[in-house]
């Protein structure tokens, strides 16, 4: 099978072309971040890179008192999923597991790829009024933080990681 661009082509650039393979969450990893506003209502659009994997609804919580997280509901269950295979015994705490849910609300996405934060959430992380965020790809989750915080807390790491490719030799040309 060759491949062209996303798409597995099968017998070549003249064969039938196959759906892309994607991760089991359902999208491409998200990756970038993207600076932009939150309504004063809670409204925030989504930046276009993010867009098409957010069908009609969306899962968000917050991760202690510093971001919030938004998932896809699959990438949600798959989470859900390694926390039961990393800690079986916190998910068979019944409490726990409802917790678990009940502090990760599914939200409407409309079609122009809006949410609405929900306003428990948004002040537990510091998200008041209409402020700057910046919307980050994390992989199977998109972070959503305050700008003043993202840039006193991630913005000094980015040399660190920056310097991880000072070693990198580049990914082998062996087509196997």
Request: aromatic share 6%; no cysteine.
């Amino acid at each position: 099978m060759a491949k062209q661009g996303d798409t597995e082509v099968e017998g070549g650039a003249a064969g039938v072309a196959s759906a892309a393979r994607l991760p089991a969450f359902g999208h491409h990893p998200f990756s970038g971040h993207y600076r932009t506003r939150v309504e004063g209502n809670g409204r925030l659009a989504l930046p276009a890179a993010f867009k098409g994997a957010f069908a009609d609804a969306a899962i968000v919580r917050s991760a202690g008192a510093t971001h919030l997280m938004l998932m896809t509901p699959r990438a949600f269950e798959l989470v859900v999923d390694a926390l039961k295979a990393s800690d079986p015994e916190m998910m068979l705490d019944s409490r726990k597991r409802q917790l678990l849910f009940m502090g990760s609300p599914r939200i409407a996405v409309d079609r122009q790829s809006r949410v609405v934060l929900p306003p428990d959430l948004r002040a537990k992380v510091g998200i008041e009024g209409e402020m700057e965020l910046v919307v980050a790809g994390a992989i199977e989750r998109l972070e959503i933080w305050p700008a003043a915080r993202y840039d006193a807390e991630q913005a000094p790491m980015v040399d660190d990681v920056d310097r991880m490719f000072d070693t990198f030799g580049g990914l082998s040309t062996d087509p196997t």
